[in-house]
């Protein structure tokens, strides 16, 4: 957003704003922000969730065979549930990051907690894209809402004009 002199060169101190805005969600240069890459938040943060209560399941007690085997196929079920929701790009990256098991072989608890660890240290890093994204977005707005508030017209005058409270009580 670019503020300009008045085009009538006014020495009144009115700017005009140009009618660029930043889109909810959006970038200006054509990227895609994490907020928009992540379709459907809610079932990530629960996949999310649930996987590090497995994390911490796999870490608190020793397994039998057919619990790794039940966590391998919980494991690999929630990494094409999360893949459902989240964009192409985000998915792709998933992918390549989330070693599958082989099918035959029965992994190791270290295997379960690694491919456990490596998932929620990946799905945290998403979260605090986003936080940072969103973050970042409301201080691009706050700062798009203060600029146009000083180019309306009397803006300065009106600031002027304001009131000087000083310290007191409340009586």
Do not use: C, N
């Amino acid at each position: 957003m670019a503020v300009q002199q008045a085009p009538d060169g006014g020495s009144q101190g009115q700017d005009v704003v140009d009618s660029e805005v930043v889109e909810e969600g959006g970038s200006r240069d054509g990227q895609d922000s994490v907020t928009d890459m992540v379709e459907q938040p809610a079932k990530v943060m629960r996949i999310g969730t649930m996987i590090r209560t497995l994390l911490e399941e796999v870490k608190s007690a020793p397994l039998d065979d057919p619990s790794r085997t039940r966590l391998r196929d919980i494991h690999a079920g929630a990494v094409e549930e999360l893949k459902s929701g989240l964009s192409e790009e985000l998915a792709e990256e998933l992918e390549r990051l989330s070693e599958p098991f082989t099918s035959d072989e029965v992994p190791s608890d270290a295997e379960l907690r690694i491919a456990q660890a490596q998932l929620v240290g990946w799905l945290e890093g998403l979260f605090q894209g986003i936080q940072t994204a969103l973050f970042a977005q409301q201080m691009a707005a706050r700062a798009q809402l203060e600029q146009m508030r000083r180019a309306l017209p009397g803006a300065d005058r009106a600031a002027a004009q304001a009131p000087q409270r000083g310290s007191g009580m409340y009586l």
